[in-house]
């Protein structure tokens, strides 16, 4: 865990805030106005709360920007005794969000940030604004979710990884280092503008994972994937009535090789099918480090006009 003043050498200079809602310490940024609308940004594998540090600082004059880390990543702790799969971070989030009492939220979501936001929508759908998705699946319900997850995994090198590392027995070992490895890990789910690698951003993806014992949430998402632990939450009728009714916009890097669009848009358009998709040209899997300016830009204009 990382120490909570830490700041990486000032990329990352946000007050840290603390709740033990779900009985662990859990580290969330919450900057701008009290009474601003609340947008609250969902990370995913292997990333925390620095992922979204240029759209805390883009959105925080108007608006109040909650980004939680979820349980074994970045500032949170990481608790030996708890499982670590889709279920528990949905639990956790839920946790949060009642804990601080959030409404009228606009939900952004990266990677397992998607299904993790989306299973809070169901549980709770009167307290969401707005959906916006950044390379992050939009599972709500739909039949054929599995079946598009599984196709990608085809084609994932991430994915593709994650099996054949579980098959040979050796996938909490090479993850349990994964503070040493962590940049061959973010290249292989990808990111494309090497410009941006700097020891502050290499120290600040590799600290939360210092030892094994710090590396259980990034070991269970995968694990859960290879060994099919992971439930997506099924929103009943009311739940999928309101949250199609939302405004929700979907932003992808057209380079993504872990998440590929051709099977997670059409997710996102079945439950959303006026809402408007924006390609990110060039940008990889991680889509906030290849494009922040765009990514900035673009989301602001949706909550202006929304």
């Not at 196709?151 to 349990?176: C, D, H, T, Y």
């Not at 859960?224 to 999928?240: K, W, Y």
Request: one cysteine or more; aromatic letters at 10%; glycine letters at 8%.
């Amino acid at each position: 865990m990382i120490q909570s003043g830490e700041t990486f050498s000032g990329t990352f200079p946000f007050a840290p805030h603390f709740t033990e809602a779900r009985g662990f310490r859990m580290h969330y940024v919450d900057e701008g106005p009290r009474d601003g609308e609340v947008v609250l940004c969902l990370h995913g594998e292997p990333t925390w709360g620095y992922l979204f540090r240029h759209l805390i600082t883009s959105l925080s004059a108007t608006h109040r920007v909650v980004v939680p880390d979820h349980m074994g990543f970045g500032k949170s702790e990481t608790p030996a005794d708890r499982s670590y799969w889709l279920q528990d971070h949905i639990d956790n989030i839920e946790a949060f969000v009642l804990a601080l009492d959030l409404t009228g939220i606009t939900l952004v979501m990266h990677d397992f940030g998607g299904p993790t936001g989306m299973g809070l929508a169901a549980r709770h759908p009167d307290r969401i604004r707005r959906i916006i998705s950044v390379n992050g699946p939009t599972s709500f319900g739909q039949a054929d979710a599995v079946d598009r997850l599984v196709a990608n995994a085809s084609v994932s090198p991430w994915f593709q990884w994650i099996l054949k590392a579980e098959g040979e027995g050796i996938l909490e070992s090479v993850l349990g280092q994964l503070g040493y490895n962590i940049l061959s890990t973010l290249k292989l789910n990808g990111f494309e503008n090497n410009e941006i690698i700097t020891d502050s951003f290499i120290h600040a993806y590799a600290a939360p994972f210092a030892r094994p014992a710090d590396c259980l949430a990034a070991i269970g998402w995968a694990k859960g994937f290879a060994t099919q632990a992971h439930r997506f939450e099924t929103p009943n009728a009311v739940a999928v009535s309101t949250i199609r009714g939302k405004p929700a916009m979907a932003l992808w890097g057209d380079a993504d090789r872990t998440l590929h669009a051709e099977h997670f848009l059409p997710l996102f358009s079945e439950l959303f099918p006026a809402a408007p998709i924006h390609l990110l040209p060039g940008a990889g899997h991680y889509s906030f480090e290849d494009s922040p300016e765009a990514i900035n830009r673009l989301i602001s204009q949706f909550l202006r006009e929304t």
